[in-house]
């Protein structure tokens, strides 16, 4: 059985994961800033609070996360960052210089910065790593400080939203529209962008995005 402190600190542990201190995560989920000050967590006479059903629910849909993910992060241990994994990542403006990745669109080289990651059903994934969005190219899907997670292992499917990078360096994220045997056409998710076309001779790596913290 959790206690109030559990939750709290689950809380705490998820603002800090996506890169925010418990009043930004509760004022980025449309809550009051105060939310989750500490002084909201007893009750005028010290009794402890419960955060809302309803709280806890906006917070979990602007982060991406689970209810999953959120109980792998209240475990006992007073580490911020208990129950959380690192993994690597660069800006998308990094992302297409040389030295970042292998030929198969893995990290490799310097540079890489780490980001926490609570989803707990990646979480004993080798593959993964994040990129952290640059400009509006990609609104109103993602914006300008989103962290996207991909991986280039995943099974990549009609539909799904994957990040192409080309062998002349060019990093875009699109939709999967239809793929050939010698060529892949990709939906823009900003539509003031255009559509593009590309031969698989063209592309370098293909990777899924799995989850974005936003």
Not at 151 to 178: C, F, H, W, Y
């Given at each position: 059985?959790?206690?109030?402190?559990?939750?709290?600190?689950?809380?705490?542990?998820?603002?800090?994961?996506?890169?925010?201190?418990?009043?930004?995560l509760?004022?980025?989920?449309?809550?009051?800033?105060?939310?989750?000050?500490?002084?909201?967590?007893?009750?005028?006479?010290?009794?402890?609070?419960?955060?809302?059903?309803?709280?806890l629910?906006?917070?979990?849909?602007?982060?991406?996360?689970?209810?999953?993910?959120?109980?792998?992060?209240?475990?006992?241990?007073?580490?911020?960052?208990?129950?959380?994994?690192?993994?690597?990542?660069?800006?998308?403006?990094?992302?297409?210089?040389?030295?970042y990745?292998?030929?198969?669109?893995?990290?490799?080289?310097?540079?890489?910065?780490?980001v926490?990651?609570?989803?707990?059903?990646?979480?004993?994934?080798k593959?993964?790593?994040?990129?952290?969005?640059?400009?509006?190219?990609?609104?109103?899907?993602?914006?300008?400080?989103?962290?996207?997670?991909?991986?280039?292992?995943?099974?990549?499917?009609?539909?799904?939203?994957?990040?192409?990078?080309?062998?002349?360096?060019?990093?875009?994220?699109?939709?999967?529209?239809?793929?050939?045997?010698?060529?892949?056409?990709?939906?823009?998710?900003?539509?003031?962008?255009?559509?593009?076309?590309?031969?698989?001779?063209?592309?370098?790596?293909?990777?899924?995005?799995?989850?974005?913290?936003?």
């Amino acid at each position: 059985m959790f206690s109030h402190k559990d939750i709290w600190r689950g809380i705490d542990r998820l603002a800090a994961s996506c890169g925010y201190s418990a009043s930004g995560l509760a004022k980025k989920a449309g809550l009051d800033p105060t939310s989750f000050n500490k002084s909201k967590r007893l009750s005028p006479d010290g009794k402890p609070r419960w955060p809302s059903t309803e709280s806890l629910s906006k917070i979990l849909s602007v982060t991406g996360a689970t209810m999953s993910d959120f109980i792998g992060l209240i475990g006992e241990n007073d580490n911020e960052n208990s129950g959380l994994r690192t993994i690597p990542m660069v800006g998308f403006a990094q992302a297409g210089k040389a030295g970042y990745f292998d030929e198969d669109g893995y990290p490799s080289g310097d540079g890489w910065d780490e980001v926490a990651f609570p989803n707990a059903e990646y979480q004993n994934s080798k593959s993964i790593f994040a990129l952290q969005v640059n400009g509006d190219s990609m609104q109103p899907l993602y914006r300008n400080g989103d962290i996207i997670v991909v991986s280039p292992q995943e099974r990549i499917r009609k539909g799904d939203r994957i990040i192409v990078k080309t062998k002349n360096g060019e990093v875009m994220a699109k939709e999967l529209i239809r793929q050939s045997a010698g060529k892949i056409s990709l939906k823009s998710l900003n539509p003031a962008f255009e559509d593009r076309s590309l031969t698989l001779d063209e592309v370098g790596w293909m990777a899924r995005i799995l989850w974005v913290s936003q």
